[in-house]
């Protein structure tokens, strides 16, 4: 037990200590009582009405004083962000205070935080080839590795989702799924979707998996000399390559595998979008942003689902960890790529909420592309689907309940103790998930 300096006060020490559990203790009551709550229904009509309101008062506006300017809500999100990152900096710093350390020291770590949120981190940097273009759809193809390792002859194609940047595939050097899968032989391609605008506010996901996918496909079978080809779907990344290989079984696709693919929209426990769509218009939203539904929105519903873990808890986990360099650039480099989200295509955005979230459509046998009706019965390639089981955006529900629908004859389910991202971004993937998939890839 440290001496106190007198009967009335704590040893510095010791007041940290209780200051940090404390303060740590009640940031854990607040975040679980905030994930409970975003998911009930109050909540979900609250946050409806208020969309609502928003979109009525921009109405007005319009009508009757197009003079003022319109309301710039990414801007008011820049400077929440921004007061929630001064508020765990002052915590920080006082916590660091009260505990006894030199001014030096913490004048060293605040350089260290200033430079880590006010600069971009260069991520995607592994070398690649823009090898097609569709419109604002790219095609990169990845420089083979050669470090001694057997070539691997079939391609393999990367998918993300189309609300977000691929680049979460190759965040930096040493933590990038492109890296790690072009020095073990690969020839690896990604698809980049592009940022949607006027010209492609129609886009659907017959669009994505029926007219642009198959396109990109055959460039890279042509550039491969290979008539098979292997495909990895991540989040929306995995719902549209699911139905591209339940319309398309005998185009040469050999192995799927789906991360965290958002099939059955059953669950109304667990999928807390669903709850908040059902009170959202969500035709005037898309008609207030010309179609699309902007990326601002996107992010805010993301964080929201966990607010206080995505707008404190994160900022203060940083601070405690600035002398670890390791972990400050991981957070750095993951941090740039959550900001880059762009918008969704209005015809895209319209199926996601009204046909899948609010429909089920596609496990219940009717979602329809075009002239042609999905079904995942139909999948013949081999399929290896990975739950998440933290995934609050995917929840374990939607891989699960649909995944004995899947037809393929051989076909893998497994699990990761992680989340929505770390399944495939987190410190943890390349040591747990990434050698399952290379390993799944190689078998027979």
Not at 25 to 31: G, P, S
Not at 184 to 206: A, I
Not at 228 to 251: H, K, M, Q
Request: aromatic residues 10%.
């Amino acid at each position: 037990m440290l001496p106190v300096h007198k009967a009335t006060k704590m040893h510095p020490v010791d007041a940290y200590e209780f200051l940090h559990w404390h303060s740590q203790r009640e940031i854990a009551n607040a975040a679980a009582a905030a994930n409970a709550m975003v998911g009930t229904e109050f909540f979900a009509k609250m946050c409806g009405d208020m969309v609502n309101a928003s979109l009525a008062a921009e109405d007005f506006r319009r009508t009757f004083m197009p003079f003022v300017p319109e309301m710039p809500i990414h801007m008011m999100k820049m400077y929440s962000d921004q007061v929630v990152q001064m508020t765990a900096q002052n915590w920080s710093v006082y916590l660091d205070t009260v505990k006894g350390e030199d001014q030096k020291t913490i004048a060293r770590r605040l350089e260290i935080w200033k430079h880590v949120l006010n600069t971009h981190y260069p991520i995607a940097s592994s070398k690649k080839e823009l090898v097609h273009e569709e419109g604002i759809v790219k095609l990169y193809r990845y420089t083979r590795l050669d470090n001694g390792c057997e070539r691997k002859p079939i391609p393999l194609l990367l998918v993300f989702a189309i609300m977000n940047r691929p680049a979460v595939f190759d965040l930096y050097p040493g933590n990038s799924f492109v890296e790690y899968m072009a020095l073990r032989g690969y020839d690896v391609y990604l698809v980049d979707w592009g940022t949607p605008g006027q010209m492609e506010k129609n886009f659907t996901f017959g669009t994505y998996a029926l007219e642009l996918l198959p396109k990109l496909i055959a460039k890279m079978k042509q550039l491969s000399d290979s008539e098979t080809f292997n495909i990895l779907g991540w989040c929306l990344g995995a719902l549209i390559v699911s139905l591209y290989a339940s319309l398309r079984p005998d185009e040469g696709l050999k192995k799927l595998m789906l991360l965290t693919a958002p099939l059955d929209f059953s669950d109304d426990e667990q999928l807390t979008f669903r709850k908040w769509l059902r009170h959202i218009d969500v035709e005037k939203l898309l008609d207030h942003h010309d179609g699309l539904m902007p990326a601002h929105m996107i992010e805010a519903g993301a964080q929201m689902l966990k607010p206080i873990d995505n707008g404190i808890r994160k900022y203060l986990t940083l601070w405690n960890k600035l002398d670890d360099p390791e972990f400050v650039e991981g957070w750095h480099a993951l941090d740039e790529w959550v900001k880059m989200n762009v918008p969704i295509a209005g015809g895209a955005y319209r199926q996601l909420v009204f046909e899948l979230y609010l429909g089920n459509k596609l496990v219940e046998g009717t979602f329809r592309l075009g002239n042609e009706t999905a079904h995942l019965g139909n999948i013949k390639a081999d399929v290896f689907a990975l739950i998440a089981e933290s995934d609050h955006i995917t929840p374990p529900s939607q891989i699960r309940r649909a995944f004995p629908l899947i037809g393929s004859a051989k076909k893998t389910l497994k699990e990761f103790s992680g989340g929505h991202i770390g399944v495939m971004a987190g410190g943890a993937a390349k040591d747990k998930v990434w050698p399952g998939l290379d390993s799944w890839l190689q078998a027979d």
